[in-house]
């Protein structure tokens, strides 16, 4: 298990039953803050400032451990990896957050002399 310190922005979990099919579905995600990236190649170029919200999944049953959160926030958040089959057969990994705890703010070297 891995541990990443990520700014969130906030957080979603919804669960319900499909109107169409009637299958239940539940999902849990963080709204994390990157920086956005620029890309260029041949036929095209990307340019990109700033930042950018990004939809990071969390592990349904571990979704309450990311509710009172005072989002937007810096969380230290636990991350699982699960092998999953992919859409052409072949095997993936798939990252999905599992827990957090509120990141502590790192004292500036000129207040801990003090």
């Known amino acids: ?17 499909a109107k169409e ?3 239940e579905y539940d999902f849990a995600q963080l709204m994390i803050e990157l920086d956005m990236s ?5 036929n095209m170029q990307r340019l990109a400032f ?4 990004v939809a990071f999944d969390v592990e349904p049953s571990f979704a309450a451990k990311f509710y009172g959160f005072p989002y937007p926030c810096d969380l230290d958040v636990q991350i699982e990896e699960q092998m999953v089959k992919g859409r ?3 095997l993936e990994t798939r990252k999905k957050a599992v827990n957090a705890t509120l990141a502590t703010p790192a004292v500036p070297a000129a207040a801990k002399a003090v």
Request: charged fraction near 25%.
């Open 1 to 17: 298990m891995t541990t990443m310190r990520l700014h969130c922005r906030g957080f979603v979990h919804m669960k319900g039953k």
């Open 21 to 23: 099919t009637g299958k």
């Open 38 to 42: 620029g890309n260029q190649n041949a």
């Open 50 to 53: 700033g930042k950018e919200a």
């Open 88 to 90: 052409r057969g072949s």
